[in-house]
């Protein structure tokens, strides 16, 4: 079993849709939950982090159960320029256990 | 922008040739981990520096070696190049032992090895 594993997608949904990506992982151990967007041909960038109480970013929100190991991320009012592949990622913790393991994305097109 | 930079931006070598690629971290950053990113799939952590020694390493071969400056910069060097090592090559930054540690990416080194 991947240690993240994620929606294959890809998703194609028309301006002003609501999107939700799922992910799971396999390491109970896991302390942190990012979700990062990738453009095609750039590097990662952080889109926010996940906590237990779930949190709310304008139209993005993401959620954690951790008795599921399951970790979402929902576009509400979906915009042309959200266009991209959305990685969800996993910390062991900071120091000495502070890499990130990434899903293989989830590609998201938005048409008008 | 991250300010985290990474030099070449691309690169091409041959099968057993040797690579080296830079990274500089972001300021106030004292921690550079790498990742390889083969096309189509994520980010896959190689290994991470901080205070100038490997911290963590994940399953690459000993060809995948590194070094940290003491103005916290890094290297990765690639020894022995194969075909399968091209791959967008991502450095990322970020302060070590915070929770929730955030790791900032560089616009990464795109190496093509023929």
């Known amino acids: 079993r991947k240690e993240v594993e994620q929606d294959p997608g890809p998703f194609n949904v028309p301006e002003g849709a609501t999107v939700a990506f799922n992910c799971t992982y396999s390491?109970?151990?896991?302390?942190?939950f990012f979700w990062y967007r990738q453009d095609c041909r750039k590097e990662p960038k952080l889109l926010m982090s996940?906590?237990?109480s779930g949190n709310e970013d304008g139209r993005f929100t993401a959620q954690l159960n951790r008795a599921s190991q399951y970790i979402s991320l929902l576009i509400r009012d979906s915009k042309l320029s959200d266009s991209a592949t959305y990685l969800c990622v996993v910390n062991m913790g900071g120091g000495s256990q502070g890499n990130l393991i990434f899903g293989k994305g989830t590609k998201l097109s938005v048409k008008p | 922008e991250t300010g985290v930079t990474q030099s070449p931006t691309h690169l091409i070598k041959t099968r057993g040739q040797q690579v080296t690629l830079r990274c500089s971290s972001q300021?106030?950053?004292?921690?550079v981990s790498w990742y390889q990113q083969a096309l189509g799939q994520g980010p896959q952590f190689i290994f991470q520096y901080y205070r100038e020694e490997e911290n963590g390493r994940g399953n690459f071969p000993p060809r995948f070696s590194g070094l940290q400056f003491p103005n916290y910069s890094s290297e990765l060097n690639v020894n022995a190049l194969e075909l399968d090592d091209s791959a967008l090559y991502l450095c990322?930054?970020?302060?070590?032992?915070?929770?929730?540690?955030?790791?900032?990416f560089g616009p990464g080194t795109r190496l093509l090895v023929l």
């Open positions: 390491n109970s151990a896991s302390q942190s």
């Open positions: 996940v906590y237990s």
């Open positions: 990322a930054s970020s302060l070590f032992g915070v929770f929730q540690e955030t790791q900032y």
């Open positions: 300021s106030g950053h004292n921690t």
